[in-house]
């Protein structure tokens, strides 16, 4: 019987959580930044003379 590469298999396992929580991470920080922005351009009045 062949033998189980585990430790590779756990490794790539770990690997691709790691990238999913830090896409996940980039794509809250781009939300936080589109929201500052947003809030930002509020709460500057907008001078129209």
Do not use: C, W
């Not at 896409?23 to 907008?46: F, M």
């Amino acid at each position: 019987m062949a033998k189980s590469h585990y430790q590779f298999k756990k490794r790539q396992k770990e690997l691709a959580k790691k990238k999913k929580k830090e896409e996940k991470r980039q794509r809250k920080l781009g939300n936080k930044a589109v929201e500052t922005d947003k809030a930002e351009k509020d709460l500057i009045p907008s001078r129209t003379d």
